[in-house]
């Protein structure tokens, strides 16, 4: 009922017909207060826990010695820049440690905004474009294991917002519908 619900909301919202036939919804109105991401909002809140969601290798040796503020500083160079993953993607150099940073928030948004917290990667490549995703957005994604899981098979991987999930693989929160499908 994806339409329907789009409808509803014609003040924010309209399919627009392109010349190939292809339906695109576009945005009516901007508002900036509303393109905060759930990360953005997390991180005022906790620093610590959301640097800690996305981070990068570094590789260095563990006998350095070094105190608390020491690697928090070394660790801080691996952490996420808070860019607004609702700017332009494209603005950065596409193989730059930033741009991948983007492009793992831009996917964690993605699936915060899905009913359950989870997508075919196929499903999130679609919208390549949009995303600034590359062909590496699997590896990228595996580089990551505090923040997705990756099931499937080689042809069909999904992607689950790890924070989403307890440990037993259950969904945290469940929209009514997501309730409704378990049920039926």
């Known amino acids: 009922d994806f339409r329907d619900r789009v ?3 014609p003040e924010f ?3 627009v017909m392109e010349d190939d036939g292809k339906r695109i919804l576009e945005l009516v109105k901007w508002d900036p207060l509303l393109a905060v991401s759930a990360i953005e909002r997390e991180f005022l809140i906790d620093e610590d826990r959301v ?3 996305f981070k990068f290798p570094v590789k260095y040796g563990k006998d350095l010695g070094l105190q608390y503020d020491e ?6 160079l691996n952490t996420l820049p808070m ?3 609702y700017s332009d993607g494209w603005q950065f150099d596409l193989w730059s440690l930033e741009a991948e940073k983007y492009r793992v928030g831009v996917v964690h948004e993605f699936l915060r905004l899905t009913l359950e917290k989870r997508a075919s ?7 390549k474009e949009e995303f600034s995703l590359t062909r590496q957005t ?20 999904d992607v689950f917002l790890k924070d989403a999930y307890d440990g037993d693989g ?13 049920r039926l």
């Not at 690697?71 to 801080?76: A, D, G």
């Not at 990667?121 to 919208?127: A, D, L, N, T």
């Not at 699997?138 to 991987?157: C, I, S, V």
């Open 13 to 15: 919202f309209r399919i």
């Open 121 to 127: 990667i196929h499903r999130i490549v679609e919208f």
């Open 83 to 85: 860019v607004s993953l």
């Open 51 to 53: 640097k800690k969601m």
């Open 138 to 157: 699997y590896q990228m994604l595996k580089k990551q294991p505090q923040t997705f899981y990756l099931a499937g098979t080689e042809m069909n991987w």
């Open 71 to 76: 690697m928090k500083k070394l660790n801080s």
């Open 170 to 182: 259950v969904l945290i929160v469940k929209d009514p519908q997501v309730v409704f499908n378990d």
């Open 7 to 9: 409808a509803k909301y």
